[in-house]
């Protein structure tokens, strides 16, 4: 069984920056692929990034390339993404996920995660 808890949502204005922060417990977060997905109101949940056991790669939707950087820091247990450049559209209630031995073919699909965060609003004003 894994936990995961997200940080580090809230208000911000068009152009700034969040970064948002999940944690998770057990002793096994390297063995697990981890993903961001966000979900607006209305709208179904979404990819967004997602990183390997180690790190060495990454995987992130096209509206967010260049603008969000996902990371991962196994011996604290966490996964991070960076958002820079934040836009109205990208207001949404952002979940963590985790995905036992989850290789790239994977990443993208919600029904592959076999936990999930409880969510952080982002809510960015124009």
């Known amino acids: 069984q894994v936990q995961l808890v997200e940080s580090g949502g809230g208000l911000v204005q068009a152009g700034g920056s969040l970064r948002l922060s999940c944690a998770a417990s057990g002793r096994t977060f390297s063995t697990y692929a981890m993903g961001w997905f966000r979900q607006a109101p209305g709208k179904e949940r979404e990819f967004v990034s997602a990183i390997s056991w180690g790190g060495s790669s990454t995987d992130y939707a096209d509206s967010v390339k260049g603008r969000f950087t996902i990371s991962r820091d196994n011996a604290k247990n966490t996964v991070y993404l960076q958002m820079n450049s934040l836009k109205p559209e990208d207001t949404a209630v952002y979940y963590c996920?985790?995905?036992?031995w989850g290789t790239g073919s994977t990443w993208r699909t919600t029904s592959e995660y076999d936990y999930w965060g409880q969510g952080t609003q982002v809510t960015v004003s124009s």
């Open positions: 996920a985790a995905h036992k």
